[in-house]
């Protein structure tokens, strides 16, 4: 019997709902959940349209940056390499394709940004239906127990095929990268996760117990025992398909909480 590992707690348990006595540690898995690196899940993406010959507008150049975001991109850069989530391209192969990425600062913190718009514009829309959050969230309006969950780095979970990295590769000062899993901003990224999400779980959302909404678990029950099941049975599978989940932003077993940017009791 195993726990899930909490940011390394040697007791394996952690506290559920608003009873912060009452720990919780019980969950029959075969190995440990954990969340210090990405891993893929066992989807690819198997479909990325785009014009050919394609347009000058997709061949992009690197976007002129002060010594300061330079110095952050190369952080970000090394740490998506370290991942697995990008490669740099080889110096023999063709580059047809590139995607200017810029530096964004808030509050003192950077994020790198792909700017794909021009490829946005030239994609064929997957238009897989993502349900709407009032109409979801009408299933969990009798609850009693609500868990959500809330999957690590969604997008950079999917990987990509190798004739479709052709067309996410980005170019920044210190070179030419491919990404080898979904990077954010992609027109089609999250009709393809919510795809693969309910690929994962057909048998529960048929049973209207489960909501999932892009990388947004919800679940409920009425009844304690039942919801300690469906704990059981969503935690497995999301362990058949090698999916992380990002612990620090799971609520398990409460009677009141916010999901989808609703107070839900």
């Known amino acids: 019997m195993y726990g899930i590992d909490f940011h390394n707690n040697k007791d394996r348990y952690f506290t559920i709902g608003d009873n912060k006595n009452q720990k919780f540690a019980f969950l029959p898995f075969k190995r440990q959940i954990t969340v210090n690196k990405v891993s893929p899940v066992n989807f690819e993406l198997e479909k990325f349209k785009s014009e050919q010959p394609y347009p000058p507008l997709l061949r992009g150049s690197a976007y002129p940056a002060s010594p300061k975001s330079r110095e952050a991109l190369e952080t970000h850069i090394k740490e998506l390499l370290d991942l697995g989530v990008i490669k740099k391209a080889g110096q023999n192969e063709e580059v047809e394709i590139t995607t200017t990425v810029i530096v964004a600062w808030h509050n003192g913190k950077s994020r790198m940004v792909g700017d794909f718009r021009a490829l946005n514009t030239c994609t064929v829309p997957d238009r897989y239906p993502i349900p709407k959050n009032q109409i979801a969230l009408t299933q969990i309006s009798q609850a009693v127990y609500i868990t959500t969950m809330d999957a690590l780095k969604e997008l950079h979970q999917n990987v990509v095929t190798p004739r479709a990295r052709k067309y996410l590769r980005i170019i ?33 959302l048929s049973g209207r117990w489960l909501i999932i909404y892009i990388d947004d678990i919800i679940f409920c029950a009425k009844i304690w025992e039942e919801h300690m099941y469906r704990l059981s049975r969503v935690l497995t599978k999301i362990q058949s398909v090698n999916m992380e989940i990002s612990l620090k932003k799971c609520h398990f077993v409460f009677k009141e909480l916010k999901a989808l940017g609703h107070v839900v009791s």
Do not use: W
Not at 178 to 201: D, V
């Open 172 to 204: 920044v000062h210190c070179g030419v990268y491919e990404y080898l899993r979904m990077p954010f901003g992609i027109k089609n990224a999250p009709s393809h996760f919510q795809r693969i999400m309910n690929q994962t779980f057909p048998e529960e």
